[in-house]
Nanobody, 122 residues
Framework: VQLVESGGGLAQAGGSLRLSCSAS????????IGWFRQAPGKEREAVSC????????YYADSVKGRFTISSDNAKNTVYLEMNDLSPGDTAVYYC????????????????WGEGILVTVSS
């Protein structure tokens, strides 16, 4: 099982980045996929999740209207489009997967990627 994040890096405030989570080794469309983030000195928090079977989504209040999650089941990949970025979005972003929707939203992923750093400068 492997989850690999890509697309992170440095952005200016107000800018955009798109993260990708490429999955392998499990039945992709039977899992919920989530994005979580952890900023220095802070606890890990949920950002957004998607049910790859029916497209149901979840967004944290802090990113609603700015971030969009989507899934390409043919490519076993979930994307997180991040717009209007602010320095408060600076964190390591992790991709995670779980078969249970409540579990994935709660952060109890079965599988986790290694994380990718997003830095937003003011």
């Amino acid at each position: 099982v492997q989850l690999v994040e890509s697309g992170g890096g440095l952005a200016q405030a107000g800018g955009s980045l798109r993260l990708s989570c490429s999955a392998s080794g499990f039945t992709f469309d039977a899992y919920g996929i989530g994005w979580f983030r952890q900023a220095p000195g802070k606890e890990r928090e949920a950002v957004s999740c998607i049910s790859t079977s029916d497209g149901v989504t979840y967004y944290a209040d802090s990113v609603k209207g700015r971030f969009t999650i989507s899934s390409d089941n043919a490519k076993n990949t979930v994307y997180l489009e991040m717009n209007d970025l602010s320095p408060g979005d600076t964190a390591v972003y992790y991709c995670t997967a779980h078969q249970s929707w409540p579990a994935i939203v709660a952060g109890w992923g079965d599988y986790w990627g290694e994380g990718i750093l997003v830095t937003v400068s003011s």
